[in-house]
């Protein structure tokens, strides 16, 4: 087990590190409750204690917060007892939330089991669960107080469930302060591809730093900061709500996203043509399909009415002007119709 660096968030501290193997928590927590779902239970370590989930967004429910919270209760889980998250983001979510709220707030620790939830998930403390038809509508902020990167479980993802987390990290790429993450990315395509393990350790490692400098300066949002990780996102919650949160990945839906907001952005005057160009030619670069147009744009534009993240009756994008530059503005239905058909 090896640190990589502490991120402070307000009060709470968040410590990182990499590891080999996940019976080295195991074996230092062994009374904790490990939270999984039905893919990630055949990769738990022996002789721990858990509960399993249902896998998919379909889970982040309130009857699987009952469902941690009743199952810690029958361990006999004090307040100072620990849940562990071993899945993807999902998972970390719905047990970072439960820990927030059971008993007042219990130990945590996050191990997660996908790139998506590796890069996005795992750090920064933000818990949710889908409501309503809402994507995140109810949750709280409650940083794990560790964080495990374990790199050789990226080996039995799929192709597509790999590429999903990439679509964060690029989109990190450009918030980065320098172009490092992006001529990392650009020099070590074929590397990452093939999961190289001292290629991802380092892709994550950057990634990571770049959502640290974020988060840091604005753990709760409120400083209009940490907006800045909504680049795409505002476009991507949308999508993933008309195709009812399960056509489309995550990590795809905020890759299709980002270069909707290049394209709002250079309509806009605020976003540099070549900046935009330089981006959309990573996206391409790394395959992804970022052409879809929507096709029931009312019942897109009724979802983005309701994103959790509008002021008043406003909903506001997040747009780039530069590399480590983002603003946060409204856009005119036009526009909107006009990138997204």
């Not at 090896?2 to 009374?31: G, M, W």
């Amino acid at each position: 087990m090896q640190k990589l660096f502490t991120c402070t968030l307000s009060e709470r501290k968040t410590e990182v590190f990499t590891l080999e193997d996940p019976t080295e928590i195991a074996r230092q927590y062994p009374q904790a409750l490990w939270v999984c779902d039905t893919h990630t239970q055949p990769f738990l370590p022996d002789q721990v204690h858990f509960v399993v989930l249902a896998s998919g967004e379909t889970a982040k429910t309130w009857a699987s917060i009952e469902l941690i919270i009743r199952k810690a209760r029958e361990a006999s889980l004090a307040r100072d007892g620990r849940l562990i998250a071993f899945g993807g983001g999902v998972v970390c979510d719905l047990t970072a939330f439960a820990a927030s709220i059971y008993m007042r707030g219990c130990h945590l620790t996050l191990v997660p089991t996908t790139l998506l939830a590796m890069v996005d998930a795992s750090l920064g403390g933000k818990t949710a669960i889908d409501l309503l038809g809402a994507k995140n509508l109810v949750g709280t902020f409650y940083p794990a107080e560790h964080l495990m990167i374990c790199t050789p479980l990226l080996h039995s993802l799929n192709d597509t469930e790999f590429f999903n987390g990439l679509g964060e990290v690029l989109k990190h790429a450009l918030l980065a302060q320098d172009t490092t993450l992006y001529q990392f990315l650009t020099e070590h395509q074929m590397a990452v591809e093939q999961r190289d393990s001292d290629v991802l350790d380092t892709m994550i490692r950057l990634s990571l730093m770049v959502k640290q400098s974020y988060i840091e300066r604005d753990p709760t949002e409120q400083r209009g900061i940490r907006d800045a990780l909504n680049l795409g996102h505002t476009f991507a919650h949308a999508l993933e709500s008309v195709g009812n949160m399960v056509e489309f990945s995550h990590g795809q839906a905020v890759a299709w996203g980002v270069i909707r907001a290049l394209e709002a952005g250079v309509a806009q005057s605020i976003t540099p043509k070549p900046f935009a160009h330089l981006y959309r030619s990573l996206f391409d670069q790394y395959h992804f399909a970022t052409d879809g147009k929507v096709a029931d744009i009312p019942r897109f534009m009724q979802a983005l009415a309701s994103d959790k993240k509008r002021k008043g009756n406003e909903v506001r994008f997040i747009l780039m002007e530069g590399q480590g530059k983002h603003v946060s503005v409204p856009l005119p239905k036009s526009l909107i119709h006009q990138v997204i058909s």
